[in-house]
């Protein structure tokens, strides 16, 4: 339940709070695997990453074959430039539920942050076609054909990116650079 309510006030942008709700869940549940992988989003959120790791690594002892506590492992050696580390838990997150194109997204990320735009592109395509409905992920694959200098294909992404939603400002920005340049 408090998983849950944590989404819920995530949606309100309560981020704390749902931070303080997951807390509390570990804390009357420590065993709960879920649960810690949920609060090491909810630190990745908060730009915590060292606090996400610990969660990560406490879920992925808990539950081995967890693959959200790998994709959060993927995504905060993401956001520390610690793209081999990312690389691992996103294709070990992969390779427990390769249908999440959260997982795709890290991976195709990683691969673009070293300079292997084919392969991560490959990758981000692989995740909007596990969900096309998301606008971020459309972003992504728009930044990753105006990178391989495919404009027209950049732009279309671009453009279904800001229809899916208007109010995520990705598709703005890399459209804006796009056009400017």
Do not use: C
């Not at 808990?62 to 081999?84: C, I, K, Q, T, Y």
């Amino acid at each position: 339940a408090k998983i849950a309510l944590s989404y819920a006030q995530q949606a309100s942008f309560q981020i704390e709070p749902a931070r303080d709700t997951l807390l509390l869940a570990v804390e009357k549940h420590p065993d709960n695997a879920l649960a810690w992988a949920r609060l090491g989003e909810l630190w990745l959120m908060l730009g915590e990453t060292d606090r996400a790791n610990e969660a990560a690594s406490k879920a992925a002892l808990l539950a081995p074959d967890l693959a959200r506590a790998h994709l959060v492992s993927g995504f905060a050696a993401l956001a520390e430039f610690r793209n081999a580390a990312a690389r691992s838990a996103f294709e070990r997150a992969i390779q427990l539920g390769s249908a999440d194109p959260l997982a795709h997204l890290g991976l195709g990320l990683a691969e673009i942050s070293d300079g292997k735009f084919e392969k991560g592109r490959a990758e981000l395509e692989i995740a909007v076609g596990l969900d096309s409905s998301v606008s971020l992920l459309r972003a992504y694959l728009g930044k990753a054909y105006f990178e391989e200098k495919r404009a027209s294909l950049a732009a279309r992404q671009y453009s279904i990116a800001k229809t899916l939603d208007p109010l995520d400002p990705t598709a703005y920005l890399y459209d804006g650079i796009l056009k400017q340049t």
